[in-house]
């Protein structure tokens, strides 16, 4: 079992429409979740961090955390074609295995105009 | 402020052969960390510094890999000798404090290294 799970995609959405993305983690002891918006051949770039059980909005972005179902996700209201690319769910394993981050393999996102 | 810097962006060489890939992170950031990304899988945790001292090297594939952050400012990453299955995306990634809940880490660009 990897330790952090993502359906690779791709996910197709029309314009205007919810994108929502799931991650699972195998680690109950891991402290803090975070999504990553990656653009071809560029960086990971941070859009959101949650560590708490419930719902985070910023903006379009909502990400919900669930720590008894070990289940993260990320909802982007009003998809727009900017927002194709892949989206990396990362985990922060628990406190003594230090501060690196654990990565799924990221589901693409297309927003189709 | 400039953001985290990794050279060269691109890297070909032969099996065999020795690469040194550099990271300079974001100033004032005393925690770097190595990342690859090999093709189709997931990105994959390396090492990681705190100023000049190795924090956590347990993602190191072998010993053909080194890492050094003198003076604490810059990381090299030196593959010795390459192998083809070293070919990747290596990602550097720096931060201002590991022992937070939320640690936002910047990611360089990445070095694509291809070994033939």
């Known amino acids: 079992q990897k330790e952090v799970e993502q359906n690779s995609g791709p996910l197709s959405v029309p314009e205007g429409a919810i994108a929502s993305l799931n991650c699972t983690y195998s680690d109950r002891g891991s402290q803090s979740f975070f999504w990553y918006r990656q653009y071809s051949g560029k960086s990971p770039e941070l859009i959101m961090f949650i560590y708490s059980n419930g719902d985070k909005e910023d903006g379009r972005f909502t990400a919900q955390l669930n720590k008894a179902s070990q289940y993260v996700s990320l909802l982007i209201r009003d998809s727009q074609p900017s927002d194709s690319a892949t989206y990396l769910c990362a985990v922060r394993p628990p406190y003594n295995q230090g501060g690196k981050l654990i990565f799924g393999q990221g589901t693409e996102l297309s927003v189709k105009p | 402020e400039a953001g985290v810097t990794q050279f060269p962006s691109h890297s070909v060489i032969e099996k065999g052969q020795t690469v040194t890939l550099r990271c300079d992170p974001i100033?004032?950031?005393?925690?770097l960390y190595w990342y690859r990304r090999v093709m189709g899988k997931e990105i994959k945790f390396l090492l990681h510094?705190?100023?000049?001292?190795?924090?956590?090297e347990s993602g190191m594939p072998n010993n053909r890999f080194l890492a050094e952050r003198t003076g604490g400012t810059y990381s090299t990453l030196k593959v010795q000798p390459a192998e083809l299955e070293d070919s990747g995306v290596y990602f550097c990634?720096?931060?201002?404090?590991?022992?937070?809940?939320?640690?936002?880490?910047?990611f360089g660009p990445g070095t694509r290294l291809t070994v033939l």
């Open positions: 990634a720096s931060s201002q404090a590991s022992g937070r809940l939320y640690n936002e880490q910047f």
């Open positions: 510094f705190v100023k000049e001292s190795k924090q956590d």
């Open positions: 100033s004032g950031h005393d925690n």
